[in-house]
């Protein structure tokens, strides 16, 4: 499968309710924080889910938190992504484009 680019999105859904292009992602905050606590994105395989991934989870609160460089034109994020059922993409973020293992 090829690199499929990460694209910044305001929204992940088209008018009508059918998701961005693949690759499309759009951060999340947690209420009370200026930076990014995660981010949403469409899967890069072209299903058409939308996934997510946690830098920081909150208070009280556990669960799989992936490292992210810090960047919103070319984000990389470690660990890979493994979706767990459906399609099973499994892959990476880096400088800016998923790349599935």
Request: proline share 8%; aromatic share 10%; glycine share 14%.
């Amino acid at each position: 499968m090829p690199n499929v680019r990460a694209i910044l999105v305001e929204s992940l859904w088209k008018e009508g309710g059918e998701p961005e292009a693949a690759g499309s992602f759009k951060f999340y905050k947690q209420s009370g924080s200026d930076e990014p606590s995660g981010l949403h994105f469409v899967c890069p395989c072209g299903c058409g889910a939308v996934l997510g991934i946690a830098f920081r989870n909150p208070d009280g609160q556990t669960g799989p938190l992936w490292q992210w460089n810090g960047s919103r034109d070319k984000p990389s994020t470690t660990p890979s992504v493994r979706r767990i059922g459906g399609c099973e993409w499994h892959g990476y973020l880096t400088d800016g484009e998923f790349r599935t293992c």
